[in-house]
């Protein structure tokens, strides 16, 4: 429900102010004055505001002094300072009590107008911006579905599409969400073609012009990150999908420059074709050729077991040196716990540091067994939604925490 756009204006100089009061009012604004702290909080815990403009400098307290009681009864109302001071520490001072923005006197109309519009109106706006946006864009990516895509324009179109996906996620806009995903429904179809059309050429042709597959992941992006600083963190987030990752993206982004790369899976794209791929460089007949007393290994804990020494001969070819390797899952709290005590100790190792997070797999996997699990992830929207809220306390985000610490260089993938 949007706030009110009704301003609490704190100020015991109000009554020169009412040229400001005025202008917010010609701009769709209601502004209640008070000219004392407590006259202020006797008219919040009467009705909301949708926003309170508060001066720093009041009689008998601060401004900012106010906050805390402000916060105790309305936790969400914006509160702007509005301040004579320009000093650090009163900055300062405002950020770390976690005021929404502030503005400096003498007060500009044009510069509080801004502020006030951002607060109270910003996401309404952003929102409409997002659907005009994306009406125009989306007829032009259904005139592409009608034109003869190359690897290259498919990823594109498809990185673009999911982009839009987890956009219009975080939106209201049910109706353009319903539209994106009965196109997505017809690109699966689509993309599906054209992949069983192209995947025996890339197979036969591996010099040709194909996209980067599985197999191509360490050679093609962790090795170059190995050989410039002599470690690396290689992280594989099983089953993470890239609407996921775009939800992901803006909190790894505070840690790390990002360098964004796509690559196709191999075919079957289920883990323990795709993963094992990964790891090895190998496509799925080759690793038989290799190693034929692995591929006897049927039940689920051994199709995937030998990840570590795949990743160590993969990387012995290429390199043509051997290469340090510590190789860990997490599949439980308690592998995560175990993990994070000795992770300090790995990444101070020359070579390679691989983990393999499985909670994300887990949750998508288990909607179909579990009904509390269906029931907070029954969609795409609430399964990024519940994969953010994981990933914001997990041992993968604390995990990444201690390598941009060390400035060791992650490579972050999905599997499949």
Not at 10 to 17: G, S
Not at 44 to 66: A, F, S, T, V
Not at 179 to 200: E, G, I, K
Request: aromatic share 8%; net charge negative.
């Amino acid at each position: 429900m949007p706030r009110p756009k009704t301003i609490l204006w704190v100020d015991d100089e109000i009554d020169a102010l009412g040229a400001h009061i005025l202008f917010l009012k010609e701009h769709g604004y209601e502004v209640e004055p008070a000219a004392h702290g407590d006259d202020a909080i006797a008219l919040l815990q009467r009705q909301p505001y949708g926003l309170i403009l508060l001066d720093e400098q009041l009689p008998g307290r601060r401004g900012l002094e106010l906050v805390t009681e402000i916060r105790s009864i309305d936790p969400a109302v914006p509160v702007v300072m509005v301040t004579k001071s320009e000093e650090a520490d009163t900055m300062h001072e405002a950020i770390g009590i976690e005021l929404d923005d502030y503005l400096v006197k003498p007060v500009n109309p044009r510069q509080m107008l801004t502020v006030v519009t951002r607060l109270l109106e910003g996401d309404r706006i952003r929102q409409q911006r997002l659907a005009r946006d994306f009406v125009g864009r989306f007829r032009e990516l259904e005139q592409r579905r009608g034109i003869q895509l190359g690897w290259r324009e498919w990823m594109d179109l498809v990185v673009e599409v999911l982009q839009w996906e987890a956009r219009l996620g975080q939106s209201n806009e049910s109706g353009l969400q319903d539209a994106l995903s009965a196109f997505q429904s017809s690109l699966h179809d689509d993309f599906a073609d054209f992949v069983t059309q192209h995947y025996p050429g890339w197979l036969a042709n591996p010099g040709g012009d194909r996209p980067p597959l599985s197999v191509d992941v360490c050679s093609e992006f962790l090795v170059p990150a190995l050989e410039a600083s002599g470690r690396a963190m290689f992280v594989v987030v099983d089953c993470l999908r890239l609407d996921q990752w775009e939800l992901l993206k803006p909190q790894i982004s505070t840690l790390f420059d990002i360098e964004e790369s796509f690559y196709y899976s191999i075919l079957p794209s289920a883990t323990p074709f795709s993963r094992n791929a990964i790891f090895s460089g190998l496509f799925p007949s080759e690793i038989k050729v290799r190693h034929p007393d692995w591929w006897g290994e049927r039940d689920d804990e051994s199709l995937n077991a030998h990840e570590a020494e795949l990743l160590q001969e993969q990387l012995r070819d290429v390199v043509e040196n051997a290469v340090n390797v510590r190789y860990e899952k997490v599949a439980t709290p308690a592998d995560g716990e175990n993990l994070l005590r000795r992770l300090p100790g790995f990444l101070s190792q020359d070579g390679v540091t691989a983990l393999v997070f499985n909670f994300v797999d887990q949750l998508t996997h288990g909607r179909a067994e579990n009904a509390i699990l269906y029931e907070v992830a029954r969609d795409s929207g609430a399964l990024r939604s519940v994969t953010r809220t994981w990933f914001e306390d997990s041992a993968l985000f604390r995990a990444l925490r201690e390598a941009e610490r060390r400035q060791v260089p992650v490579l972050l993938t999905t599997d499949h």
